[in-house]
């Protein structure tokens, strides 16, 4: 699915056909992460993931609302399926759909070990995270 104008989707949110085109969308795009974490290391996965990628949109007004818009969609599309969506697999799907868009972003994995050992993934774009953040215990160990 190529996005509508930004202005437009942004205003006016999706139409139905859009909507389904979108959680479509979101599910190939789960297969494909996952298929490539499963065939690949992490780091050729996201580059993959943003492999043939339009140039970067240039308002960051845009890529901050359409990266949060599209951040709660995959979070509610990905959430009640029955199989793997765990944070990491959500933020590549996110990644996947932000390059998509001309939209840059960054994917974080960070780590605690209080209370006992913990990660997580995220995506920001320009410092804002689309996906829930880790809390103040965690430390970025990798960002692709």
């Not at 580059?47 to 990628?53: E, I, Q, T, V």
């Amino acid at each position: 699915m190529t996005a509508p104008p930004a202005a437009e989707w942004l205003e006016r949110g999706f139409t139905p056909r859009e909507k389904l085109g979108l959680a479509l969308e979101i599910v190939r795009a789960y297969a494909r992460a996952r298929w490539l974490l499963w065939s690949t290391d992490l780091q050729t996965a996201v580059a993959a993931l943003r492999a043939g990628a339009p140039d970067a949109v240039g308002n960051p007004a845009y890529t901050r609302r359409a990266g949060l818009r599209l951040g709660r969609t995959v979070a509610r599309v990905l959430g009640p399926l029955p199989f793997d969506s765990r944070c990491l697999l959500r933020s590549l799907v996110l990644i996947g759909l932000l390059a998509r868009r001309g939209i840059h972003s960054v994917l974080v994995i960070a780590v605690t070990s209080e209370p006992g050992f913990r990660a997580h993934a995220w995506v920001e774009s320009d410092g804002v995270p689309l996906l829930e953040p880790a809390g103040p215990p965690f430390a970025r160990i990798v960002e692709l």
